[in-house]
């Protein structure tokens, strides 16, 4: 069990990490003040492959509508993507991802919302970002230099994801049992290096916990592992970076009332130091945040 006691233990041993700074989340022309909670990136899912069904929008007039109602929900941030990354989702071509993505991010955009495009594909970069794309929410490093090179010409701010593989969709196993901590900075600290070798001052890392992994099909194991990189997101203050983390649907746990497990996760996410929540339960998790804002010990 998760005990006062641990989390103690867990700062303690690295005090050091606690209050260092962290860049601002800079995108477009916003500069968001996170010292008084994160910031929420809403979901928006336009493959009928993902797996949380809540999130799905069939029609560009159904997603734009999700879209808007996060947002007066209290999404800062909508995130769409066309392309499942759950391991058995079909795949969809980069053609196919920007005929649906278009006609959702454009009106969005000029709705003065910001809007993150999720892909791995620089073509469906470059469409997304002349439709008014902001963030770019990297899915993969295979064609990694490229996308960065895009994101530094539109001055966009990029979300880069934890990916072991080529891309999220390739199934990979990751440090489980032990401190994950020093795999991720490893991970993430040449990625940052190149980043900025190439004009991307506006980077977000994002540890991957809404990703497939190999050896974590055991939901208690994978449970315990996501619990685990939420409260030590405050160490990869180390990179001197935002910290964006996707919430823990945790259906096998949750089952019939899977709606609690995000708001559940957005406590330990805050603990832990997160300063963007991606999650598809933006009125509860906004609900917690809000309660956890007003409390005091």
Known sequence: MLTLQQMADLALRHREDLDLPVASLLIGDRAFDLS??????GVVNLSPDSTYRDSIANTTESALRKARVMATE?????DIGAESTTAKASRVGAVAQIDALIPVIAPLAAD??????????????????????QVLNMTGVEHEQRMLELAADAEATVIMCFSGGGNVREIVDVTVGEDP?????????????????LGV?????????????????DPPTRARHQATVLLNSFRLRR???PICNAMPSAYALFEEHY??????????????GTTVIRTHEIPQVRAVLDTMRLLSV
């Open 239 to 241: 990179l001197g970076l």
């Open 259 to 272: 709606r609690s497990a995000e708001p559940f996760f957005s406590v330990l996410a805050l603990l832990g």
């Open 201 to 217: 001052d506006r980077i977000v890392i994002d540890p991957g916990m809404g990703f497939y992994y190999g050896n974590l099909t």
């Open 36 to 41: 008084d909670g994160p910031a929420l990136m």
């Open 74 to 78: 209290g999404a800062s941030i909508i």
């Open 181 to 197: 901590v020093p795999d991720l900075l490893a991970h993430f600290e040449p990625r940052i290096e190149r980043a900025r070798s």
């Open 112 to 133: 003065g919302l910001i809007v993150s495009t999720e892909t791995y594909e620089p073509t469906v970069v470059e469409a997304a970002l002349a439709a008014g794309t």
